[in-house]
């Protein structure tokens, strides 16, 4: 699929097969999505601006590149998208952290906004909508959406699981936006669940089931 990027790292895989099984307790299940978040921020960022700097080492004085971590901002889709930047801040902590709210009204599946908060400038900034599961798609379309309204330089969208129906429905509302996951599943289930899954990440995140 062009430009759905699967993070296929063994390590990725690894630890997302431990956040599958449903016994793994809500302490693990944040530390791992903590984890494979860093791990995944790797392959997001690999194209990040950087620019030239002078510094000295122990032997002599030398130009070297650095990247600008506030011109970054990863974009949290609440409640969950909150474990994923919590994994990005520990390789970029001068990242700034913006907040979209959305509740997906249970009749008609539609995302309907309560919240929104993102840092001054997006004009001159990339931004990173996360969020742990691109399941209908409303989310992150109604994400993507608010945000572009500011005109950031460039936006990605990072999830951990997708599938085929939510992939769509963000590709076909911005095609300009490269989706990142660790996996597509088969499916969404009759409550608009993905399976095979991991449940209700907000819940496995929070342990509130
Ligand atoms: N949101 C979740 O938390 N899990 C799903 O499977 C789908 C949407």
Known sequence: MDDVVLIDHPLVQHKLTLMRRKDTSTNDFRRLLTEISTLMAYDVLHDI???????????????ANVIDGKKLVFASILRAGTGIVDGMLTVVPGARVGHIGLYRDPKTRIAVEYYFKMPGDLAERDVVVVDPMLATGHSAVAAVDRIKEYSPRSIKFVCLLACPQGIDMLR????DVPIFTAAVDRELDENGYIVPGIGDAGDRIFGTT
């Not at 510094?55 to 002599?60: C, G, H, K, L, Q």
């Not at 076909?172 to 095609?175: K, Q």
Request: net charge negative.
């Open 49 to 63: 601006p950087m620019h030239p700097v002078t510094i000295e080492t122990p032997f002599e004085t030398t130009t």
């Open 172 to 175: 076909s509302a911005h095609p």
